[in-house]
């Protein structure tokens, strides 16, 4: 079951995504968008979440705005001309959400993001370290000037990269990585050989949906999730 809702985001309103487990009740887990916005692919994930018990908001972060998976130079310009401080804003909105709904069983709250919304991820665990307590990363990650304060940082982070990947290198996965182990954070960014960015995306609009390893993957991270966020 989903719907559309709304939730206080610093004094303005924004809405987002909400699938409800079958049970009526679980742990709560932010899905953030692609550049796309908040499109067929997000809401599938935040759908199959559900299924697996889990409190799934997905805020849409373009307030509307949506590319087609053939319009990537709209995809590029919405994604570029979105207002970081209305992101960090949303998200952190939707986090109390979750945290505050009373179907939401768990303590901490859990993001999933993919692409754009795997750099997001990354960003909104930093930046609410008092809630965000799980954080699975897709083929995206913050780097150079967009990385936040990592010294706030207190989420465990299980990431899944591609390495053929021209937008997160695994070269600069493995960095980051590094850097953050070094400070003591729990962190692993695993990168899937033979992997394209993208290839969770059930829309497959790069031509890079590798739907077994997705199989495969989606179990260790339902599990990463239900164990971290009891």
């Known amino acids: 079951m989903a719907e559309t809702v709304e ?8 809405s987002g995504y909400l ?9 709560g887990v932010l899905v953030i968008q692609e550049w796309w916005g908040l499109d067929s692919g997000i809401k599938t994930m935040a ?14 972060l373009y307030h509307g705005a949506l590319a087609g998976h053939d319009e990537m130079d709209k995809a590029a310009q919405l994604m570029q001309s979105l207002p970081p ?45 008092d809630k965000v307590k ?22 465990s982070i299980s990431g899944h990269m591609a390495e053929h990947d021209d937008y997160f290198s695994p070269a600069a996965a493995r960095a980051l ?13 695993k990168v899937h050989p033979g992997t394209g960015h993208a290839f969770m995306a059930p829309h497959n609009a790069l031509g890079t949906l590798n739907a077994a390893l997705g199989e495969k993957i989606w179990p ?5 999730l239900k164990e971290t966020l009891r």
């Open 85 to 129: 401080d209305r992101a960090g804003r949303d998200m952190s909105g939707a986090v109390d959400f979750l945290a505050g709904h009373s179907a939401v069983t768990s303590d901490g709250i859990g993001v999933v993001g993919f692409c754009m919304g795997g750099m997001l991820a990354f960003i909104i665990a930093a930046n609410r370290p």
């Open 47 to 60: 759908d199959r979440l559900a299924a697996a018990g889990f409190m799934a908001l997905a805020p849409d």
């Open 177 to 189: 990585e590094a850097k953050l182990r070094g400070m003591g954070k729990d962190v692993t960014l």
């Open 19 to 27: 699938a409800k487990p079958p049970s009526g009740s679980g742990p």
């Open 134 to 155: 799980a954080v699975v990363p897709f083929y995206g990650f913050p780097q150079g000037p967009m990385e936040p304060d990592w010294s706030k940082l207190t989420a």
């Open 220 to 224: 260790d991270v339902m599990s990463f």
């Open 7 to 14: 939730f206080r985001s610093n004094g303005n309103v924004a």
